[in-house]
């Protein structure tokens, strides 16, 4: 054990200049952010601490990046390797001790923050909250930094380490906005009149990047915040809500840092001392990232000439940097034509509507309720300018009344039907639909109405002025054109 | 002691090892002898715990190096190029091995004094061989139970080889330390070590005990009335030949008197047999080798 306390001492005494400078950047850092915007109890939409703990997200995703480059660069030198390998430690503690110590310079900035809220006596509602943020900033960091360190565990060269280690944030970045884009573009294409990813499928594919998941879960808080301040309550449980936070997110984080915590160790173990400053030939670094990056890319917007080309070349330029000279090889070209046939996949989805998920219509008895807003153009004498916009507001709630809701969908079929067909000559107005599924999702419709909706207009408006709910007619701006 | 059984080593595709047996007793100077590439390096990483072997093992007293924490800490390897850390100077790395190893702060200094070194400057400023001989100078410090040096003369002036050799001399006397010695200079090694080992393309050529490596070899010239057959020399035990019309040079190994008794029996004009030195016999050796393989292609 002596010698491992050893190498901790010196880990210590060659780091020591470089933590203090850290601690010192890491404090500042998260206590600039305080002094600069201090809390307002007025201040609805950003609650206390919130620009900390946006420091705190970023210190922690550029440290997970950064300590597994710094811990483990010896590897990538052979003459460190001379120097660190026979030395009398067995090869899984020298390991297990530089691992310790990235992953304590990872944790330390959280402490600090935890530490930070003695001196904020405003945040004491906050405080449950926050705990909850760092605990799990913390443990996706960690999560990062694991997979990282198994990353450049496969390279032999720094230069290698460093593009696995941004292509390991990168791949997560691109595979959630290219799946986002590749869904956002089949849902615009299937659905013309509105519709968002979250109502035909869950957010699963934000697991991919922790940096995300994180800012998202920091862009709820404000609107937990506002929740809280307008009707009082337990701003954590308001957040937990608000974020959608699933309890089964940290023991799969765990699960993961754990997993590649002993893969990274096993890498370790398994690293042959005459690799380092060799190719990296790990089919784990370049041919899996240069796949998977250039796949997002072609993902983001298949049918895109200039983005295919774009990808080709980052996908060249990429095993290239793996080769240290241009290589063009028939497989390569074999992976860009089968890559390129992704766009095969945007086709399908949309000839299938989204393997059947993606819904233009839902049928009355799939919807719970109904929220509506028509906004009418209303032409005076046929003068555009002397024209107005009426706006009903009809309704401040949802409402379950099925008449009403069938009303809704048979004017929103018609009208987007038209549409889609070309056949509108005149535009009458816009129609904002919500819709709240009986399955607990959300819809949002937008679709115009013509004269040929006249009648059905009509109707319903007959229909509604009968309800208790009608608010009633509320005239915008009457201005178009003409000064009151 | 440390022994090599059956050993192979390869480096990405190549063989740089090949079936190398090899015994270093305790307390001697070993010399590793071989041409650039021969797997000198390679050996002594091996031995340091640095390369895991891919056939065979590598053994001090019976139990196998690699990755095991007692044998690595009765040995320290300097390599060719020791690394340092950014901007660190021998202060600094005797603080390192000192985590290590137990270094004699007494020894230390007079070395230090000796080779007239600033322990205080960065190791960036100091000259190649002023680098070689902190390094050197850290490793007799800490006088582990084997200290490899990869070409240890390398750089070194003559005064300081000499001060080196006499230091671990001293200090084989004193500590019972053995040196592992790999290096070109052949003169240096000659006079230095007790035993050796020739490696040629991965492989042991001649090994054993200095003295008896070069009492064997014969260097011999002779002149003959007639010109000289290459026949005549079948019987003997030829390293390499070279005749020039009625005078020949040969190299021969085998026992000094029946090579004598042979030769005389042919009747020369002249007969000389000159003493060998190190670098001729690894010379003729390499040489042999080469034809040989010439001669099977």
Known sequence: MSYEIAYCKWIWRHNKRLFFTYLLTAVTLLLLPQLLFPYQSNRNSFPPLYWSCMAMLLINMALAMLMPLYQFRYLMNKRSVDLFYPLPIKKTRLFGLNYAFGAACICIPNVLFLFSFLWTSEINAYIPTYLVLTAMFALMSLMLYATITFFVMKCNSFLDACFAAVAVVLVQLLLVTSCMALLNNVIREISRSGGNINEFFQTGYLGFSPIMIGFEWLSDLPEAATDYMQNGGNILALWLKEADFNSFQPIVYLFVTVGFSIAACRAYGKRKGEDSEQKTTSKLVYPMFSSLITCSLLLYDSLSASFFWFAAVLFFVMNSLAERKLTIRPKMLGFLFYGGMLFLVSNLMIETNGFGRIREFYEPEDIQSVLVEFHFYEDRENDFDASYETSYLLMDEYQEDQKLIEQVTALHRQATKETENGEINYMNGTVMVNYVLKNGRNAYRYFSISEREEATVARLKQYLKQQKYSQGEIIIDESYGEDE | ?297
Not at chain 2, 36 to 50: E, H, M
Not at chain 2, 65 to 74: A, L, M, T
């Open chain 2, 1 to 297: 002691m440390i022994e090599f059984q059956h050993v192979y080593k390869f480096l990405g595709k190549k063989q740089v090892l090949q079936d190398v047996n090899l015994t270093v007793p305790d307390g001697s100077v070993f010399g590793l002898i071989g041409e650039n590439g021969a797997g000198k390096s390679t050996l002594l990483r091996l031995l340091s715990g640095i390369y895991q072997c891919d056939g065979g093992k590598v053994l001090l007293d019976g139990e196998r190096i690699y990755d095991n924490r007692s044998c690595k800490q009765q040995i320290l390897f300097i390599s060719d190029d020791p690394f340092q850390f950014f901007h660190s100077t021998l202060a600094d790395m005797k603080r390192f091995y000192q985590d290590w190893y137990d270094i004699d702060e007494a020894l230390y200094y007079r070395y230090l004094k000796l080779f007239q070194l600033d322990e205080h400057e960065p190791l960036t400023n100091f000259s190649k061989g002023m680098k070689r001989q902190a390094f050197i100078l850290l490793g007799l410090a800490a006088a582990p139970r084997y200290l490899l040096l990869d070409e240890a003369f390398d750089g070194l002036d003559p005064i300081m080889r000499r001060h080196f050799k006499q230091i671990i001399a001293d200090q084989i006397a004193d500590k019972k330390m053995s040196v592992i010695i790999s290096s070109h200079d052949l003169k240096e090694l000659q006079d230095f070590c007790d035993s050796f080992a020739m490696l040629e393309n991965g492989t042991i050529q001649t090994s054993g005990l200095m003295n008896e490596a070069l009492s064997d070899i014969h260097h011999i010239q002779m002149a003959f009335l007639t010109e000289v057959n290459p026949e005549w020399f079948q019987e003997l035990d030829i390293i390499t030949m070279q005749i020039n019309s009625r005078v020949v040079k040969l190299y021969v190994k085998g026992d000094e008197a029946r090579i004598r008794t042979y030769l005389e029996s042919l009747k020369p004009l002249v007969l000389e047999l000159l003493p060998v030195q190190l670098e001729e016999m690894f010379i003729q050796e390499v040489i042999h080798n080469k034809e040989a393989v010439h001669h099977e292609l």
